[in-house]
């Protein structure tokens, strides 16, 4: 109970998905930073390291810095060889202004073959004789690097024996700072006026220029190296702890029992693994450009942008591993599957098609067995060259085409027998003397059989209907002697001279008991021979709209009794059809009758009476009193009553009879309830002589 509480604990799920997302925020910064690291540190593959406190002179920074320091100076040499500037000094601090301006920890001194200073910088201060063999001077250690002017006029190393030999790169520059292709501008250099050059960066650095302020980047990142390590593991661990929840929790939702598939989880499974690979590639690639732009200092609207697409990526990631962990826990992995439903419908027509089968099995074995005595006799043709064995591949053709043939035959026979069968012709049988043996034979019989169980039924039905039609008219005639028997010494006691009160009205209770029993006899007889259709119609055209008029007029006092409004709608000019106007007028009867016990008091009636189309529509609507909790079906069936409490007086019979009696005229009725609203629609073919178009309506109220 516990854990179903931990997995549908909404405010829970709410704060696990912030926390997962703040941690991947701090993951993403971990990563930043790491890159960064490593760019500073080792972007270019080698060991820059350095025995110096100061983390800068073993990044990645020193070495471009310090490279772009030695190619301003070969810049500066260039200058002056062009210009032939070494003798003023002067326009030799010019140059250095200009290339070299910008570089205040930088250092250098060009010499001549012979030792002699030619030109240095404004802070040189040391010389190679001034450095011991720890690479230190008397203000301070240095990292120098020395080059000398070989014959061909390219810059080379200088090794110093001493240093090199103890300290290595500790505190001399090797020779990764200075690329052998470095020429000088002119030849000139060669003659002799340059020997070599010595260059150096002092350890304490001042500010002022790239080094200082790259050193001082080195020291932040190597300050946060620790804290940022430590709650890299934090915002990891709390992101997996998170992650492993809300993985387990998907698809578990309060007061359900179930879990809960969405339209995500409904895609198959092929299509849905290739939209979770794509957006898992584009949250990769929007992770690498966020985390890569960063690093290399593009515009703040470059790196906003990357980290726009981050957040959705990473929703749309979280999104596809939640639908497979639903997947899962709803066990659809395979159902949902485009190659497993191919397979299992492959598996499925096999084995029910062909295995499960016995025509299928029988066509296809007789398929492969004349398909390989086909191939046989064909090669025996073409390898003895025998027209003797021709002659017998045309005998098996045309056995086989007299074979499919006759089965092509009996398949129609038997459809043909079928379309009879279902068109009513219960009596029809098909011919089975040439069908042989086999599933055709059997196949046709089985219909055969149909037939005649069919026709039994429908003589059972209707001997049943003639016992049931036959049962109410002698029952009816039965009781309908003793009933008039009984109407008559009631009728002649209310016609003595009774003068006790009780007598008198317990007189009139027989009389009103006595003719409803008659009136429900009478329509139970009615009922009876309406739905056998033991009726003869006395046919003649007579206008439909004068009938309606003439019944609704007989039911105005009623109504008035119940204070219900009729409101009918009705044309100007005659509706005429073809129908008997006694039993057309028991129909109507029985509706506005209808009406009247069961419509709500103080409501409206309303008739609509027109005629389209060759047709004459007559409905009648109304707001029922009681609750109307059964269909409209069941309300045209004998004895069945909307009004359940039966606090009305009525037999159930009155719609019954209605219908059949329409539907003896070749008319429709239909019935149709929409909550409390009853709506009645009869609906007669219009007298052919007297069809009109409809010109204009009157309302009565």
């Not at 912030?18 to 080698?46: D, Q």
């Not at 073409?382 to 027209?387: D, E, I, K, T």
């Not at 059972?460 to 003793?482: F, Q, Y």
């Amino acid at each position: 109970m516990e854990d179903k509480w931990l997995r549908k604990n909404v405010p829970l799920k709410i704060l696990a998905h912030l926390s997962m997302f703040i941690s991947f925020a701090v993951i993403l910064v971990v990563a930043i930073y790491t890159c960064l690291y490593m760019e500073i540190y080792f972007s270019y593959g080698r060991d820059m390291s350095t025995d110096s406190k100061n983390p800068y002179f073993s990044s990645t920074l020193f070495y471009d810095d310090f490279s772009g320091g030695i190619s301003k100076v070969i810049t500066l040499i260039n200058a002056c060889n062009e210009y032939d500037a070494y003798g003023d000094a002067e326009e030799i601090r010019s140059w250095h202004e200009i290339y070299l301006g910008d570089y205040t920890n930088f250092q250098y001194a060009l010499y001549d073959p012979q030792g002699n200073l030619i030109v240095k910088s404004p802070g040189f201060n040391v010389s190679p004789e001034t450095v011991d063999a720890s690479g230190t001077t008397d203000n301070g250690r240095i990292f120098y690097y020395s080059i000398d002017i070989s014959e061909l006029g390219l810059f080379t190393t200088q090794e110093v024996p001493e240093v090199q030999q103890e300290y290595g790169t500790a505190s001399r520059l090797g020779s990764n700072f200075l690329s052998d292709e470095w020429y000088f501008f002119s030849g000139e250099a060669a003659g002799g006026k340059i020997g070599y050059v010595y260059i150096y960066v002092p350890e304490n650095l001042v500010a002022g220029d790239a080094f200082y302020f790259h050193s001082q980047i080195c020291a932040t990142v190597e300050h946060w190296r620790l804290p940022v390590f430590f709650g890299g593991l934090m915002a990891l661990f709390l992101f997996i702890l998170c992650f492993i929840y809300t993985v387990l929790s998907a698809g578990w939702r309060r007061g359900e029992s179930q879990v809960r598939i969405l339209w995500l989880d409904k895609i198959y499974t092929e299509i849905a693994a290739c939209i979770m690979f794509c957006i898992f590639t584009l949250f990769g690639i929007a992770v690498i450009m966020f985390v890569g732009w960063t690093i290399d200092g593009r515009s703040m609207g470059e790196i906003l942008g990357a980290a726009i697409m981050v957040v959705p990526a990473y929703t749309a990631s979280m999104a596809c591993i939640y639908s497979l962990a639903r997947r899962g826990k709803a066990h659809n992995f395979l159902s949902q599957s485009l190659i497993y439903r191919l397979f299992h419908g492959t598996y499925v027509v096999i084995y029910q098609g062909v295995i499960n089968n016995n025509l299928m099995r029988k066509y296809i074995s007789v398929i492969l067995g004349l398909g390989i005595a086909d191939f046989i006799l064909m090669a025996l043709v073409f390898s003895a060259g025998s027209m003797m064995f021709l002659f017998l591949v045309i005998g098996i053709y045309c056995c086989e085409f007299i074979y499919v043939g006759r089965k092509l035959m009996a398949i129609q026979d038997i459809a043909k027998g079928a379309g009879e069968i279902a068109a009513g012709h219960l009596d029809y049988k098909i011919d089975t003397k040439d069908m042989g043996s086999g599933v055709f034979l059997e196949f046709a019989n089985n219909i055969n059989n149909i037939g005649q169980g069919l026709n039994r039924a429908v003589d059972e039905s209707i001997k049943s209907e003639r016992m049931k039609a036959d049962l109410i008219t002698n029952v009816s005639h039965d009781i309908k002697t003793p009933l008039t028997s009984i109407i008559n010494y009631v009728d002649l006691l209310k016609r003595m001279n009774i003068t006790d009160e009780p007598a008198r009205e317990y007189i009139d209770i027989l009389d009103s008991k006595s003719q409803r029993l008659k009136m429900l006899i009478e329509d139970l007889v009615e009922a009876s021979r309406a739905s056998s259709g033991n009726i003869t119609l006395e046919r003649s055209d007579i206008d439909f709209n004068e009938l309606v008029q003439q019944v609704a007029g007989t039911y105005m006092e009623k109504y008035e009794q119940r204070q219900l409004a009729l409101v009918m709608r009705s044309p100007d000019h005659p509706l005429m059809i073809n129908a008997d106007g006694r039993r057309m007028y028991r129909v109507l009867d029985n509706l506005f009758n209808n009406a009247f016990k069961y419509a709500m008091s103080g409501s409206r009636i309303y008739i609509d009476l027109y005629g389209d189309e060759g047709q004459v529509y007559f409905i009648m609507k109304n707001i029922s009193q009681a609750p109307l909790n059964i269909t409209a079906e069941e309300l045209t069936q004998r004895f069945v009553r909307g009004d359940e409490s039966r606090t009305t007086e009525g037999s159930g019979l009155g719609l019954s009879i209605a219908e059949s009696l329409v539907q003896l005229h070749g008319g429709t009725f239909k019935i149709y309830l929409d909550g409390d609203l009853f709506k009645a629609m009869i609906i007669m073919p219009q007298a052919e002589s007297e069809i009109q178009e409809p010109d204009g309506f009157s309302e009565v109220n």
